[in-house]
Each structure stands twice: as structure tokens, then as C-alpha cells.
């Protein structure tokens, strides 16, 4: 089975969630213009790190171990990308050897153009419980080649089918999420609507997330993209998409304040990007108290 290349995993302990790891798979088929991978440099200097299933998943249990020290419990595991689904072999054997270790409940973030029922039907055999959240950045098609690079028929096909396959892979509420950045000037309010009403056609009890899109992210090529929506732009949103669907989160960066426990482990190249990358959120998260260790430090301290 082919490596996959690794950018970043990221572990967190939260009181209502536990003990959460966060696997952050590099490369995508999408070339979005405001893509976070290539505002961080990830694309020119991020590719390095090529991991086989189980040297994936011996960093992580040497990661559990000096975080956490012989408690290695994981309650919950996030894999995102880039794209994870770019090799469907590589994401069963880790959710089979995952599962295997420590039984938690996955979500995976995909763009759900590579999605399909074969993949599914497999998921759902595994008898695991897997929360997807897939990103419909944009309703018309049009748009969406614009932004990315790929039509989105089969995004919306993706949508249908865990719509069809949601009480298999996840018995809580709700089955599945979808979600889209508000970009002024490119996805608007008026995009978001067609998105939410085909989103109740399909599934009313689907959980739409429409997060805040930041600019001070975009890559170099892309500065004058768009810009932050206002708070109560974000709003308007949420009032435009509850007209359809009943569950609607809007994901806005106010001043907060986070107590959790972050540790990020990096490729040891990618180090000083990440930290510089990270400084960046000290405008939008009081506190947000993240260790570093690099990948060879973990490997090191462990062998």
C-alpha cells in the first residue's frame, strides 16, 4: 500500500469530548483559491513526511504516551486533509487499525468528491461510528469550477448518498454535517440559501455549519480574494438557511477564551511555519496554549 504524506497531528483534551486527535492528511484534487494548506506554504515545503498506516499510527501511540503518559485512551479521531479520501485503501486500514487500538468514534472532513457507495458499504461494515462533514463550498456549478478547479456534481451526489448510508455509519444526531465558508463576493448570502434549501429537500435534520471565511489565511497569490463576513453578515446567514433546516451552526471568531490542552506534533520541517501559522489565531483566542513537538522528537524520545 502506497504512503501517505502527513502534515500535522493535533491532539486536544476536551471535558465534554475527551481525548481527541486530530490526523491531518496532505494533498487534494480541489484547488481552491483560498485554500489553507497553501497559505501556510504546506504545498511547497508541507509534502515531506510519507507515512505507511502503521508508521502513522506508532506516532500516534508514541504520541499518546508522552502526552498522556500510560493512559493512552482516544475518544475521538478527526481525519482531515487536504483530502482524505485520495486513497480510500489507506483511510480503511487506519480506521481498522485505529479502531483496533482504541475504539473511538471518527470524523472525517472531506470535499465528498471522491466519495461513493462502494466506500461506504465498506465504512459500514467496519461497525465503527463515523461522523463525515462534507464541504459544499459552492451551490452553482459555475462558482464552484471557479474556485476550485472541479465541477460539484458529485459533491451533491456525496451529499444523497450519506443522506441514504447515515444510520449506518452514525446512530446520533445528526447523521451527517454539511458545511460552507461565507466568502463575500464569491459564495454569498444568496449561495448559502440554494445550499440550505437543497440541503432540506434531501435531509431536514442535517446539521449546516457555515463558518466565517478569514482572510488574514489567504495564501500570497490570492490576498484580494474576499474578506472576513461581518458578525452580522454571519447572521443574516444563519436567518436565511433556519428558513429551511432546523440545525444551523454559525461558526464566527469572536474573542473567546480556551482552556483545553493542545499539542501539535509536526514534521520537523514544518516546524517554525506552523508556530508563525498558529501566532496568528492570538487575535481570536485568548489563551490558546499549544506544545510543540516535531515528529522525529516523538519518534526519538520513544525508541
Known amino acids: 500500500m502506497k504512503k501517505r504524506k502527513v502534515s500535522q497531528l493535533f491532539f486536544a483534551e476536551h471535558p465534554d469530548q475527551g481525548r481527541k486527535c486530530w490526523i491531518r492528511l496532505s494533498g487534494c484534487n480541489f484547488d481552491c483559491k483560498g485554500c489553507f494548506a497553501t497559505s501556510i506554504g504546506e504545498q511547497e515545503i508541507g509534502n515531506r513526511r510519507a507515512l505507511s498506516v502503521g508508521e502513522l499510527i506508532n506516532l500516534i501511540f508514541k504520541s499518546c504516551k508522552i502526552i498522556w503518559g500510560k493512559d493512552k485512551i482516544i475518544n475521538r479521531v478527526v481525519i482531515t486533509g487536504g483530502e482524505p479520501l485520495l486513497n480510500k485503501n489507506y483511510l480503511?486500514?487506519?480506521?481498522?487499525?485505529?479502531?483496533?487500538?482504541?475504539?473511538?468514534?471518527?470524523?472525517?472532513?472531506?470535499?465528498?468528491?471522491?466519495?461513493?457507495?462502494?466506500?461506504?458499504?465498506?465504512?459500514?461494515?467496519?461497525?465503527?461510528?463515523?461522523?463525515?462533514?462534507?464541504?459544499?463550498?459552492?451551490?452553482?456549478?459555475?462558482?464552484?469550477?471557479?474556485?476550485?478547479?472541479?465541477?460539484?456534481?458529485?459533491?451533491?451526489?456525496?451529499?444523497?448518498?450519506?443522506?441514504?448510508?447515515?444510520?449506518?455509519?452514525?446512530?446520533?444526531?445528526?447523521?451527517?454535517?454539511?458545511?460552507?465558508?461565507?466568502?463575500?463576493?464569491?459564495?454569498?448570502?444568496?449561495?448559502?440559501?440554494?445550499?440550505?434549501?437543497?440541503?432540506?429537500?434531501?435531509?431536514?435534520?442535517?446539521?449546516?455549519?457555515?463558518?466565517?471565511?478569514?482572510?488574514?489565511?489567504?495564501?500570497?497569490?490570492?490576498?484580494?480574494?474576499?474578506?472576513?463576513?461581518?458578525?452580522?453578515?454571519?447572521?443574516?446567514?444563519?436567518?436565511?438557511?433556519?428558513?429551511?433546516?432546523?440545525?444551523?451552526?454559525?461558526?464566527?471568531?469572536?474573542?473567546?477564551?480556551?482552556?483545553h490542552n493542545y499539542v501539535d506534533i509536526i514534521p520537523d520541517e514544518l516546524l517554525d511555519t506552523f508556530k508563525g501559522f498558529d501566532k496568528k489565531y492570538q487575535t481570536l483566542i485568548e489563551s490558546r496554549k499549544v506544545r510543540y513537538f516535531t515528529m522525529n522528537q516523538i519518534i526519538n524520545e520513544c525508541s
Open 92 to 259: 480503511i486500514t487506519l480506521i481498522k487499525k485505529l479502531k483496533k487500538i482504541y475504539n473511538p468514534k471518527f470524523e472525517i472532513h472531506t470535499n465528498g468528491y471522491l466519495l461513493d457507495e462502494n466506500l461506504l458499504n465498506k465504512l459500514s461494515d467496519l461497525n465503527v461510528d463515523i461522523l463525515f462533514s462534507v464541504d459544499i463550498k459552492a451551490y452553482d456549478e459555475d462558482i464552484h469550477i471557479k474556485y476550485t478547479g472541479k465541477s460539484n456534481t458529485n459533491v451533491l451526489k456525496a451529499v444523497r448518498l450519506l443522506a441514504k448510508y447515515k444510520d449506518s455509519l452514525h446512530k446520533d444526531s445528526p447523521g451527517f454535517i454539511v458545511s460552507t465558508l461565507y466568502m463575500p463576493g464569491i459564495v454569498d448570502i444568496d449561495e448559502i440559501e440554494k445550499i440550505a434549501k437543497f440541503l432540506s429537500e434531501i435531509d431536514k435534520d442535517v446539521c449546516y455549519q457555515i463558518g466565517q471565511f478569514l482572510e488574514q489565511f489567504l495564501p500570497p497569490r490570492e490576498l484580494n480574494l474576499t474578506r472576513r463576513p461581518t458578525f452580522e453578515e454571519m447572521i443574516n446567514a444563519y436567518n436565511v438557511a433556519r428558513k429551511y433546516l432546523e440545525y444551523v451552526i454559525v461558526d464566527t471568531y469572536l474573542p473567546t477564551r480556551l482552556e
